[in-house]
T-cell receptor, first 116, second 117 residues
Framework: GAGVSQSPSNKVTEKGKDVELRCDPI?????LYWYRQSLGQGLEFLIY????????KSGLPSDRFSAERTGGSVSTLTIQRTQQEDSAVYLC??????????????FGPGTRLTVL | KNQVEQSPQSLIILEGKNCTLQ??????????LRWYKQDTGRGPVSLTI?????NTKSNGRYTATLDADTKQSSLHITASQLSDSASYIC????????????????FGKGTHLIIQP
């Protein structure tokens, strides 16, 4: 099991509830990314972690979104007070090093979030 | 504004036939271009990466081309198989964080390819 894993694979929640999405990157990968993929749209960058540096949160759409990465490994994306427009597939990716020129991102299978 | 446009949006072809997917970009400065394959319910997987100086790169039945002058790339699939049914995403990387969302990458919306038996 050397790939990126995400859990849960599917999450259905009611509007206004909080949700937590988890990402386990490939062991040894220092860079971790979260993306959102809405139906018919391209991947939307949310947040980026690299080692012990401060994360790049510039893609988070609102203050209801936050993410942590503990111990440089597992990451959790939290969405508070979910809205229907938050419904999407949330993808996590990891790579060996900085978002340099040729570092390949390895993606997890995603978490499909449905907000009713 | 950095953009990546892919065409067609969707494509249906018969098994065994060839097809070509297009990617036009306006990302500047340009660093590299990747084609990803995304199976339904899975994350994207890299097929090829091309830099400024590369014109053609193959990966099995997949051949990518790049024209850096016209800022166009294509992905040609030869002798299509049912397992080729997927979305194909073109991703262009800027040489610095001067463009492409907040991570230097601009993603196309993908071409949804269906191979029929």
């Amino acid at each position: 099991g050397a790939g990126v894993s995400q859990s849960p694979s599917n999450k259905v929640t009611e509007k206004g509830k909080d949700v937590e999405l988890r990402c386990d990157p490939i062991s040894g990968h220092t860079a971790l990314y979260w993306y959102r993929q809405s139906l018919g749209q391209g991947l939307e960058f949310l947040i980026y972690f690299q080692g012990n540096s401060a994360p790049d949160k510039s893609g988070l759409p609102s203050d209801r979104f936050s993410a942590e990465r503990t111990g440089g490994s597992v990451s959790t994306l939290t969405i508070q007070r979910t809205q229907q427009e938050d419904s999407a597939v949330y993808l996590c990716a990891s790579s060996l090093a900085d978002r340099g020129l040729y570092n390949e991102q390895f993606f997890g299978p995603g978490t499909r979030l449905t907000v009713l | 504004k950095n953009q990546v446009e892919q065409s067609p949006q969707s494509l249906i072809i018969l098994e065994g036939k060839n097809c070509t997917l297009q990617c036009n970009y306006t990302v500047s400065p340009f660093s590299n271009l990747r084609w990803y394959k995304q199976d339904t319910g899975r994350g994207p997987v890299s097929l090829t990466i091309m830099t400024f100086s590369e014109n053609t790169k193959s990966n099995g039945r997949y051949t990518a081309t790049l024209d850096a002058d016209t800022k166009q790339s294509s992905l040609h699939i030869t002798a299509s198989q049912l397992s080729d049914s997927a979305s194909y995403i073109c991703v262009v990387s800027a040489g610095s964080w001067s463009g492409g969302g907040a991570d230097g990458l601009t993603f196309g919306k993908g071409t949804h390819l269906i191979i029929q038996p």
